[in-house]
């Protein structure tokens, strides 16, 4: 199926873009040799190409677009906004309509000790203003050398320099002088990696015990705070066993370290909760969000910041000198105020949670019975698939696929050619749907799914 042919002179667009745009992420000289995929237009789960091809997105764009592409109602409201006020900051004593709304509407969708936001363009300059945010709670208390943070490996906190450094992707520290100083990481909680031999609960409390293995090393009375995405998205869609998030949360209580929930991917309805710790069971301290807030219709990020910290900046801290023009933009809030109205209005956070999450569980982890399929997981709206050369009756003995590249190849070649966008991250294959799709949907993505493996075999 197409729609009618847009405007777009695709060889035309691929010169100049090879010519002059550098993506991010991205090998541009194999990217100049094939061209880039020119992407048109979208409309609820699907995008569609110069060419006319349809394609289901199963990433989202980029983990953002819950409620789907193509919604009007949130096109007029920033149309609206632009005309009434395209701008303007909030550093010197002003504030904007849609800021102040925005900001009283997430601390009424979040939980209870959440009651202040701060306003940021990214989830990248979200976890930035993480960094600075807990050293400075911890400096006005007096405990000046309290600054390290403990992340994990194969955790993604974005490309800043901060947010790279928190980030554990060894690809991205081998480039640019990273980590900065203070930030150290501990191992994924990631049971095909490390469990053999155990249950996943025996496993989530041992890589729970390498954050306070961590903190002795380092000394409790210097680290400052854990940051944790609830489920590792750009690392794989790696879900912990449920022992691992209340065991982390218990240890973070026992140092007094702050616990920063990492909801860039997670908030916003994906895991069936407004955010994925509500999933888990914990209470962080700090979140920070970007992505679902507003769909990705307009750029938007920003930390919610829980009472523990917020009464420390609020009464001793004085200025906080920390902030991005674009804090607060009126035109970004006015969005994410129509999406977060869309998804309260047709209930996308129950539905996942009850219906459409279990239904696509049900159907994506029959996958398991594919040849290539040596594990089929979901939790709510991520799922991934593992893909192994051989199989075996327990998934730490099949042989993995050896080359990152065939399942790049699977996802670009034969899922694209299948119709469908599927992400490839190491020997895993990864869907975060829009939360808009319906049982026939989802039964059409899994659908594709199998037919683009069975193409590879
Ligand atoms: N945190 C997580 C968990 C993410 O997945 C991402 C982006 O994928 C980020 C932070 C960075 O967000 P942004 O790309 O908006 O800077």
Known sequence: ????????????????????????????????????????????????????????DGMSGLWCMNVGYGRKSISDAVYAQMQQLPFYNSFFQTTNVPAVQLAAKLVEISPPQFNHVFFT???????????????????????????????????????????????????????????????????????????????????????????????????????????????????GVIIPPSTYWPEIQRICDKYGILLVADEVICGFGRLGHWFGSEYFGIKPDLMTFAKGVSSGYVPLGGVLVGDRVADVLIEKGGDFNHGFTYSGHPVACAAALENIRIIQEEKLVDQVREDTGPYLKQKFEALADHPLVGAAETCGFVAGLVLVQKKAANIHDCVPFDSTLDVGMICRDHMFNGGMIMRAVGNRMIIAPPLVMTHAEIDELVTLIRVCLDATL
């Open 121 to 235: 363009g990214s989830g990248s300059e979200g976890n930035d203003t993480i960094v600075r945010m807990v050293r400075r709670y911890w400096d006005l208390q007096g405990y000046q050398g309290r600054h390290v943070i403990i992340s994990r490996h194969n955790a993604y906190h974005g490309s800043t320099m901060a947010g790279a450094s928190l980030g554990g992707m060894s690809g991205m520290h081998e480039q640019g002088g990273l980590p900065i100083p203070g930030i150290v990481h501990i191992g994924q909680p990631y049971y095909l990696e490390g469990g053999k031999g155990k249950t996943p609960e025996e496993f989530g409390l041992e890589a729970a015990s390498w954050l306070e293995q961590k903190i002795l090393e380092v000394g409790a009375d210097k680290v400052a705070a854990f940051i944790g995405e609830p489920v590792q998205g750009a690392g």
């Open 1 to 56: 199926q197409s729609v009618a042919q847009a405007p777009v002179n695709t060889r035309a667009i691929q010169d100049l873009d090879a010519a002059h745009y550098l993506h991010p992420f991205t090998d541009s000289k194999a990217l100049a040799s094939h061209g880039s995929r020119v992407i048109v237009k979208g409309e609820g789960i699907y995008i569609w190409d110069s060419e006319g091809k349809r394609l289901l």
